[in-house]
């Protein structure tokens, strides 16, 4: 793209864009290694009470109810095969081209 290419022949930082569907699916299924790595490298930094914690915000994104509807009890069930590619898709978005 002419205008990401000049933005960054300038130097300007950019952030990533978001990474296809299928590759999502293809982290789900494993079949792309170095980005499963990655995730769970990710996830070890995390608690495990950080991470339902953001599970809990995402399923109440994905359901459109309200995030006080999650916040106690067990985790809901909704969400829980695509939250692992949701999050790579997150790390992704994050990071800073040079």
Request: glycine content about 8%.
């Given at each position: 793209?002419?205008?990401l ?42 608690d ?19 995030q ?31």
């Open positions: 793209m002419p205008l290419d000049e933005a960054l022949h300038a130097g300007v930082s950019l952030v990533a864009g978001f990474p296809k569907r299928s590759e999502a699916r293809a982290i789900v299924q494993g079949a792309l290694p170095h980005a499963v790595e990655e995730m769970k490298r990710i996830e070890g930094l995390l495990s009470e950080v991470l339902d914690a953001h599970f809990r915000l995402f399923a109440a994104m994905i359901s459109g109810a309200a006080s509807e999650y916040e106690t009890g067990e985790l809901p069930k909704r969400g829980q095969m695509i939250f692992p590619a949701q999050c790579w898709k997150d790390v992704v978005c994050a990071k800073v081209l040079s």
